[in-house]
């Protein structure tokens, strides 16, 4: 099927030199459009007034955020145009982790300028490549703007922390989730050599009961399991913790097999051997001086029998079950012990001691097992967040995750720039002036670029109820004499200096979001034609 | 007795077209197709959303490279078929230049409608462009440059072609940084032109400037639990061996015993078996060993016991590729360790990309290889630049293998239309006229590298036309400032193999389809009526 209804225009057209472009025309302003359209969409969740959105998924399931990734991840959007903007949300996620909603609205915004200079008759290529040059003008301003940081500045870095908590459903505990963030960072990096922060070392674990306000670092390992058994020792001093791979259930080999009863004799001789044999275990596990177990989920068959959980309450094991195969390494590594993968090996220098291994009450009727004291720890730390309900919980993990990425951020490139809108408005006017010294396209697209960057300052004022207009003039003109972090203050409702405010972010964050967006609404200005294909 | 039905020689539903019908219809398709692509030429091209439907309903793609668009669009037309077909070929032939083919057989087509319509026959057409497309090589073959004999020179010509190909792609704005990229990795290959030893990992995130060229080689895979991260000297081991157990492949085959301290004993000897299996293969003085399959446990842990490092389920791509240049060999028996080709590498440590965690294997002994690594801010960029690469990196390798040179920017088009029209103009007969369809067809290439960037294709192809009478051989279009230009000053060298085969193709392909007096349509095959449920 030959989809190109243009085609006989074209041959019309062929004599003159002039060319009916009208399809080409459609399809990107369709485009324009709906990447527009998906900005206006979360332009509310903007900064620390703005809003949430609930979100019900096709199965009836509820997600309430803020967060401009997720919003645009359950959306579910048709258009290829709108699809390339929520990739663009996601792959700011991915390298920022934070910033998810200003990329996209500052996409949005540009998609418009881009529209107004295309209304004007300015081919799509110029206007891509001095989108180009402005960008890279852009991100220059911005590193001039920085300032930089060391990581013993654990103040800046609780302020930037705080600054992204500030817009989220959790704002209020953002000083108690600050400086958790800030230390589950630095307690696994190293300072010194480290520029890049692997966000593994850090579990986060989502526990329903109790209030944000119960959320805490644990300086170990934290299981939501309870002890299995049926009266498991609660609390163990002076543990000797082994991690296992292998099951303590009766032998099954790889290939099938039928186990041939053919007396009464018989079948207690196989319940006989199957006691002794679990026994035998059970008996090299007491050996070794181990007193908390941790098992390997299986799937294979059962992980552990109750038979086998009889005995090993007999000797006073704590047996922890069912931990996934993906937690074994972070297990492993926090633990700083081998994981024990046959009977053979399960030996007492495998093991790993901790101080205590407990089991405690979190808010209302939840219980964990908190692992402390682990001598040898390995980089490793968890956090234990609660919530009252599912969705709160949901949020909070989510906005503690933009929180450590924030940080990590400033572990990757050590500079911080002011927030509140100051970066944009400082960028916005920079750019004007340098658009003044080019001539030809160039400039007059550095020109709508600059003002398209403004929509950020003028969001800000807006989701705040402020008086978007005044505000963002005052802001221009602040900036204009010089007073490169005069910001919106959103909570006096007022233009001061951010830097007092303590509201300040990471330059990677700011920059990655101008390189992003500009990049992808290049791509988008480049699109002619929409194809459908039979695949 | 003669009936007075028709008397009808195909089938019942079998369609036949004839004579102009049939003519027609090859050349609206052939058309259509060359339209669709059009706008995709040149520096300023465009770009195309291809949003599949069927069974990958919704996803999205964003391309400028014209066998992937007509890849995707699926054509019912046999002269479009034809195109289509054609341009496939020249995506495995040279890589670059797909758009370019297609383009010129559409126009060469509706050139030949003209022509067809003042009543000259499509064979006098045929001879025209035969005589056409010879002068037109030949012309091809005088204006190229060689500078193989001078490796400075020849290294600025691969980066010029490099810059060429891209700035025509996605990668335009950082064109300078891809074609140093593109023409390092090329170089590494010393001319063997195996692109398999290059590999391209796309990682979402960053933008396109945060990719980078590793002179080693990633695999997107981490090792064991407690097993070495880093190792110098590596001596690996690659295999495709079952290592959770050895299972007898019979359906049905179970063991039967009478006591569960016989079960016992046969889980023992299992575990042995694996045990065994285990020391054969670390007697293979390995310090690495990379699996196809998945490696379980127990295994995993004495390979940590035994210092090795593990990796299991790598791809089946991946481990080919690194059988290749580790210079192993991949193996699924351990019985004699002499026999086994180990792979070798300076070094194996785990590299942070983003948010993953790579292994990568540096100073492998096939120099040659390397590793390409794209960011980009979305998938549909990602995908897109691997693309616009693999043309780059097609072009080069055609081009260190066949090192002529030509301009490009529309210059060679012009010439060779220039030459056409010469010789036409000394052509007695029917022929001169197809002669001078064909260099119209020629001279359009230019017009829509022109029209793409928004600029006067008229004023712009006149004054191109006049430069080249004037006996100025390397003028084309400088899209960058909308004007004509020296090539030669710009460096836009395009590879003779692309030039010839576009000419080649794209001349072969129109003959066929204007030898064409007769499409029949087979009539479809019965099938019974679909009763599944959808």
């Known amino acids: 099927m030959v989809v190109n209804p243009a085609s006989g225009d074209t041959r019309k057209m062929q004599s003159g030199a002039f060319k009916d472009k009208s399809k080409p025309k459609d399809i990107r302003s369709s485009n324009i459009t709906a990447g527009k359209a998906v900005a206006d969409a979360i332009r509310t969740s903007l900064g620390p007034r703005g809003m949430d959105k609930m979100i019900q998924s096709a199965n009836g399931d509820v997600t309430i955020t803020n967060d401009g990734a997720t919003i645009l991840k359950q959306m579910n959007v048709m258009h290829p145009a709108a699809k390339m903007l929520v990739e663009l949300s996601r792959s700011q996620d991915i390298e920022a982790g934070d910033g998810t909603t200003s990329v996209v609205v500052i996409a949005g915004s540009l998609l418009e300028a881009a529209e107004k200079l295309l209304a004007r008759g300015i081919h799509p290529s110029a206007i891509s490549d001095a989108f180009q040059i402005a960008a890279n003008k852009s991100v220059e301003i911005l590193t001039k703007m920085s300032r930089r940081i060391e990581l013993n500045d654990r103040e800046s870095l609780v302020q930037s922390a705080s600054t992204s908590l500030n ?60 002890p299995a058994g049926a009266n498991p020792p609660r609390k163990v001093e002076k543990a000797k913790i082994g991690l296992i791979q292998f099951c303590i259930s009766p032998p099954k080999t790889d290939m099938d097999h039928n186990v041939i009863v053919s007396d009464y004799a018989a079948m207690d001789r196989v319940l006989k051997e199957e006691r002794a044999y679990i026994l035998n275990i059970v008996k090299q596990i007491k050996k070794a001086g181990c007193n908390v177990l941790l098992i390997q989920k299986s ?56 101080d205590l291994v407990e089991e405690v009450s979190t808010g209302g009727t939840n219980k964990v097992v908190k692992v402390t004291g682990i001598q040898n720890q390995g980089k490793t730390v968890t956090v234990l967040v609660q919530g009252s309900n599912k969705l709160v919980l949901a949020e909070a993990e989510r906005s503690l995750h933009d929180a450590l990425c924030v940080i990590r951020c400033l572990v990757r490139n050590r500079a911080l720039i002011a927030g509140g809108g100051a970066p944009e408005t400082e960028v916005s006017l920079r750019l004007a002036q340098y658009a003044q010294t080019l001539t030809g396209v160039d400039s007059y697209c550095l020109r709508a670029y600059a003002d398209a960057l403004e929509v950020i300052p003028l969001t800000l004022a807006e989701n705040a109820g402020l008086n978007s207009i005044a505000t963002v003039t005052e802001l221009r003109n602040r900036h204009a004499q010089g007073e490169q972090t005069a910001g919106i203050n959103v909570r006096k409702g007022a233009v001061t200096n951010i830097l007092e405010e303590e509201v300040v972010q990471p330059l990677l964050v700011s920059t990655s979001a101008i390189n992003l967006a500009t990049e992808t609404v290049r791509s988008i200005l480049k699109i002619d034609d929409i194809v459908n294909t039979m695949q | 007795m003669v009936s007075l039905n028709p008397v009808r020689i195909l089938r019942n539903e079998a369609e036949e077209e004839r004579a102009e019908t049939a003519r027609l219809s090859s050349f609206v398709g052939a058309i259509a197709v060359g339209d669709l692509v059009k706008s995709t030429l040149g520096p300023k091209g465009m770009d195309k959303i291809l949003v599949a439907h069927g069974r990958s309903a919704g996803q999205v793609e964003i391309t400028n490279d014209g066998a992937t668009i007509l890849k995707a669009i699926g054509v019912d037309n046999p002269a479009a078929k034809i195109l289509v077909d054609m341009s496939r070929v020249q995506d495995d032939e040279v890589g670059d230049g797909t758009t370019s083919v297609t383009v010129l057989a559409a126009e060469l087509l509706r050139e030949a409608e003209k022509l067809i319509e003042q009543k000259i026959h499509p064979q006098i057409i045929i001879a025209g462009w035969r005589r056409a497309t010879q002068i037109a090589l030949a012309s091809l073959e005088k204006a190229s440059v060689d500078n193989s004999g001078d490796p400075e020179k020849f290294h600025e010509d691969l980066l010029n072609i490099a810059r060429t190909t891209l700035s025509s792609k996605i990668l335009s704005q ?43 080689f990633l695999l997107d895979k981490k090792p064991g639990l407690h097993q070495p991260k880093r190792i110098e000297k590596a001596r690996i081991l690659i295999a495709n061996t079952p290592m959770d157990t050895d299972k007898i492949k019979v359906f049905g085959s179970r063991v039967r015993v009478d006591a569960v301290s016989k079960i016992a004993e046969l889980e023992l000897a299992e575990k042995e078996k694996m045990k065994d299996k285990v020391n054969k293969i670390v007697n293979h003085n390995i310090n690495v060993f990379i699996n196809r399959q998945l490696i379980y446990n127990y295994p995993e842990q004495l390979f940590a016991d035994a210092g090795v490092m593990a990796i299991e389920h790598a791809d089946f791509a991946g481990i080919e590729r690194l059988a290749l240049v580790t210079g192993g060999e991949i193996v699924s028996t351990f019985d004699h360790p002499e026999m086994v080709k180990l792979g070798h590498c300076d070094l194996v440590e785990e590299v942070m990309i983003g948010e993953d965690t790579l292994l990568r294997f540096g100073g492998v002994p096939l120099g040659e290889a390397c590793t390409v690594v794209i960011r980009g801010a979305t998938q549909q960029i990602l995908d897109e630049a691997e693309r616009s690469l693999h043309d780059a990196l097609c072009v080069l390798a055609a081009t260190v293998r066949e090192t002529r040179t030509v301009y490009g920017g529309g210059c060679s088009e012009m010439l060779m239309a220039n030459a056409i029209n010469d010789e036409a103009a000394r052509t007695p007969g029917k022929e001169a006229v197809a002669m001078e369809a064909f260099s119209r067809a020629l001279r359009q290439l230019p017009t829509a590298i022109a029209d793409n960037a928004g600029y006067d294709s008229a004023q712009l192809v006149s004054e191109l036309r006049a430069a080249h009478s004037k006996g100025d051989h390397t003028t084309g279009l400088d899209m960058e400032q909308g004007v004509v230009g020296c090539m030669k000053d710009l460096g836009i060298t395009e590879s003779f193999v692309v030039k010839r085969q576009v000419l080649l193709s794209a001349s072969e392909a129109a003959e066929m389809i204007l030898r064409v007096d007769n499409i029949i349509k087979a009539a479809p095959r019965r099938r019974g009526p679909d009763n599944r449920p959808c």
């Open chain 2, 174 to 216: 950082n064109k300078e940084y891809f074609a140093n990229l593109a023409v390092e990795a090329v170089v590494r290959l010393k001319g063997s032109g195996d692109l398999s030893a290059i590999q391209v990992i796309k990682k979402l995130g960053g933008c396109m400037e945060d990719s980078f060229l590793d002179d080693g």
């Open chain 1, 299 to 354: 799937i294979l068959r059962d992980a552990v029998s109750d038979l086998a959980l009889h005995f090993l309450d007999k000797i006073k094991v704590m047996v922890i079950k069912d931990v996934e195969r993906e937690d074994i390494e972070f297990v492993s590594k926090t633990l700083n012990c081998r994981p024990i993968a046959s009977l053979d090996h399960f030996t007492a220098e495998n093991l790993a001691s901790a």
């Open chain 1, 167 to 226: 817009s989220k459903v959790v704002s209020q505990h953002s000083s108690q989730l600050a400086p958790l963030a800030v230390d589950a960072i630095l307690k696994v990096t190293d300072p010194a050599k480290d520029d890049n922060v692997d966000l593994k070392d850090i579990k986060v674990i989502c526990q329903l009961g109790g209030t944000v306000d119960d959320t805490e670092l644990v300086d170990g390992l934290v299981f939501t399991q309870r």
